[in-house]
Every structure is written in structure tokens, then in C-alpha cells.
């Protein structure tokens, strides 16, 4: 946009359908104010004391006027309540494919782990024209994922993942910067997303992948850890199997069901005895303070390549 710097650049496929119920936003607030403070002035011109003994006319209620100022905000705020609410949705459930990339932010920095082994810190690199989904924890105290000109702002929360998605439409360096405060150098915790063509996304990828995959570090560590004593993939472990396990819906111990998502995986790791699989015994040690956020993200990643028969996934 040209002029002042009033707004930020639009550079995803969700900014024109945020601006756009903003500016509906903007017209409504706009409008209003001028009727009613033209009505303000004009009725006060014309309906002002002429004499001193001039009474005011008695009006005992206007039923099309009170139906009237009734019903219209209510339809407009209908409108407004359903237009966000759409809005809300789309951003809130990412696409069936997307590429995945794990966040961590910590007092006072955005680290990034891409999926083939990449990391990266207050610097993303992402595609331009694919889905991205961010998936976001903290290692600290509650941060703020926020991109103006992507249109996407999302708590960072410690002990969740939170997922935020976005698809970026032209290459470019975006401003990215923690919008909750997080300490004395929230300030300082900014950085960029460098949005690339798919081409040279792909040739930046393969310039810097000496670590091995996410999957693999995790499978590593699922070996240092010794986890792989009980967990094992023949059913005669101590542990359930985890083959095939992401995604599925496990029964509890008392009958109740949970989804196999990141987040319960993450649980299992630190606080195992929360919620036990039906037809186990809650025998498995806590790792709470021996593994790291980032370690947590590279064996929930293993657990999750882990696919017994190949399927959609969301990756
Ligand atoms: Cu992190 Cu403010």
C-alpha cells in the first residue's frame, strides 16, 4: 500500500479475508459515527429552545422506530458474527496437507526445526504458495506468534501445542515479533520469515541438512532413552506399541477415549501415569526435566513416522 504506513503488507491468502471484514469493520464504525453525530448536531439546530416557555412535545413511544433500531443492529451484528466466525474457522483448521515446522519460543527467541533437520533460529524459511503449519510450544513463559503481514497472531503457550497455519502468496522478507509480554527483552524477540519460491525453498533445504531428520534424532534418542525396552513393535513390550499409533483414537484405563495428537504424546512423556492406556500399568517413569521442548518435538516427529501402513498424513 502506498502513502503512510497505516497498514502492513498482505502477503497471505488469509490477509485480503481479514482486511476485508475489517474495513466492513472500519465502514460500519465509520458510518454510525457520522449518522449519529450528524443527527447530534442537526437535531440539536433544529429542535433547540426558541422561548423560554417552550415545553418539549410529549411522545409516548414509536413501536416502528423501537422495532426498527432493534432489529437492524441486530441483523448487522448477525452478519459481523458470522462473517468472523468464518474467518476464525478457516484459520483455525489448517488444510490436510501442509508442510509441518516446530516452534519453540523461549525468553528471548523463536526457534524453528524444520522436519528434515534444519534449524533455525529468529529466521524462518518457508515456500511461498504451499500451506505451512506451524506447530508452536514454549520452553518458558507465554510468547506471541505474530506476523502482520500474514494476518496470523497466536499465543505460544508452555506445556501445549498450539497449531497455526498459513499460506504465503508473493517471496519477501516479513517482520515476525512476540506480541505478549515475556520479560524485559520481549521487545528484542523479533525476526523474519523469509518467504522463498518453491525452487530455491528446496535448494535451501538441501544446503543445510547435516543434522539428519527430526524423525531420526527422535529415533535416536528413543534408543539413548531406552524407551525402546518396552515400547517395542511385536505387542510383548511393557509399553503400548507405538507403530501406527498417531492419529488413532486410544481407550483409557476406565474406558474413556483420546486422540493420539501430539499433545497426548507429549503428555505420556512427562506425566505417564495421567492417562494410561486400557490393558497397561502405569510402570513408565516420568522424563519430566530430562528432556528438552526441542528433544519432546524430535521424538513426538519419530513417533509419528512410525506409520504402520502407509496413509494420509498431515505432513
Ligand atoms: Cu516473547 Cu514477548
Redesign the pocket.
Known amino acids: 500500500m502506498q502513502g503512510p504506513p497505516l497498514f502492513p503488507e498482505s502477503a497471505s491468502t488469509m490477509a485480503p479475508r481479514v482486511d476485508a471484514l475489517y474495513f466492513f469493520l472500519l465502514g460500519v464504525s465509520v458510518f454510525f459515527g457520522l449518522l449519529i453525530a450528524g443527527l447530534i448536531v442537526y437535531f440539536a439546530i433544529r429542535y433547540h429552545r426558541r422561548t423560554p416557555e417552550q415545553l418539549g412535545a410529549r411522545i409516548h413511544g414509536a413501536m416502528s422506530l423501537e422495532i426498527g433500531w432493534t432489529v437492524a443492529p441486530l441483523m448487522l451484528t448477525l452478519v459481523i458474527f458470522v462473517w468472523g466466525a468464518s474467518v476464525y474457522f478457516a484459520m483455525a483448521h489448517p488444510p490436510e496437507e501442509t508442510l509441518n515446522i516446530y516452534v519453540v519460543?523461549?525468553?528471548?527467541m523463536?526457534k524453528f526445526q524444520h522436519l528434515d533437520g534444519q534449524r533455525e533460529i529468529n529466521e524462518l524459511h518457508v515456500p511461498v504458495g504451499r500451506a505451512v503449519k506451524l506447530i508452536t510450544t514454549?520452553e518458558d513463559?507465554?510468547?506471541?506468534f505474530f506476523v502482520p503481514a500474514f494476518r496470523i497472531k497466536a499465543d505460544?503457550i508452555p506445556g501445549r501445542y498450539v497449531n497455526i497455519w498459513f499460506q504465503v502468496t508473493k517471496p519477501g522478507r516479513y517482520r515476525l515479533?512476540?506480541?505478549?509480554?515475556?520479560?524485559t527483552r520481549?521487545?528484542g524477540?523479533i525476526g523474519e520469515v523469509i518467504a522463498m519460491e518453491p525452487s530455491e525453498y528446496q535448494a535451501w533445504l538441501g544446503g543445510g541438512a547435516a543434522e539428519g531428520s527430526l524423525a531420526s534424532a527422535g529415533a535416536k534418542l528413543f534408543q539413548d532413552l531406552a524407551c525402546n525396552t518396552c515400547h517395542r513393535p511385536d505387542a510383548q513390550g511393557r509399553g503400548p506399541v507405538l507403530e501406527g499409533l498417531f492419529g488413532k483414537t486410544v481407550t483409557l484405563q476406565g474406558g474413556a477415549t483420546v486422540t493420539a495428537d501430539e499433545a497426548y504424546i507429549r503428555e505420556s512423556i512427562l506425566q505417564p501415569a495421567a492417562r494410561v492406556t486400557s490393558g497397561f500399568q502405569p510402570i513408565m517413569p516420568t522424563f519430566q526435566g530430562l528432556v528438552t521442548e526441542e528433544q519432546l518435538l524430535e521424538l513426538v516427529e519419530y513417533i509419528k513416522s512410525l506409520q504402520a501402513l502407509p496413509q494420509v498424513q498431515t505432513r
Open positions: 519460543g523461549k525468553q528471548w523463536w514454549s513463559v507465554i510468547h506471541d505460544v515479533f512476540c506480541a505478549e509480554y515475556c520479560g520481549h521487545s524477540m
